[in-house]
Nanobody, 119 residues
Framework: QVQLVESGGGLVQPGGSLKLSCVAS????????MGWYRQVQGKQRDLVAT???????NYVDSVKGRFTISRDNAKNTVYLQMSSLTPEDTAVYYC?????????????WGQGTQVTVSS
């Protein structure tokens, strides 16, 4: 019943911008850490950015200053604003929801959305 649905991917030119959205259902959104990951065909899925329920952010070095993660708890939505895009940003981007307790962990993934930066 838990669903994470990404949208906003597409084809953009180098130097362009794109904003991804992920709408969550089936969870108490405000208490989850949210994140964005990306995966290139044939490579592992890598962290892009995370945003805790308390508002703390973390970014992979390669996107610092270019990408911004944010959330709107009233809309159960997490966003990834991407600017100054390069071909190396081309990947499938996945939304993640994570919650940890002493003896229980919950981890959910969206279906992914393709971002292609042309060259």
């Amino acid at each position: 019943q838990v669903q994470l649905v990404e949208s906003g991917g597409g084809l953009v030119q180098p130097g362009g911008s794109l904003k991804l959205s992920c709408v969550a259902s089936g969870i108490v959104f405000r208490i989850y850490e949210m994140g964005w990951y990306r995966q290139v065909q044939g490579k592992q899925r890598d962290l892009v950015a995370t945003l805790t329920s308390g508002g703390s952010t973390n970014y992979v070095d390669s996107v610092k200053g270019r990408f911004t993660i944010s959330r709107d708890n009233a809309k159960n939505t997490v966003y990834l604003q991407m600017s100054s895009l390069t071909p190396e940003d081309t990947a499938v981007y996945y939304c993640n929801a994570n919650r940890k307790r002493v003896s229980t962990r919950y981890n959910y993934w969206g279906q992914g959305t393709q971002v292609t930066v042309s060259s």
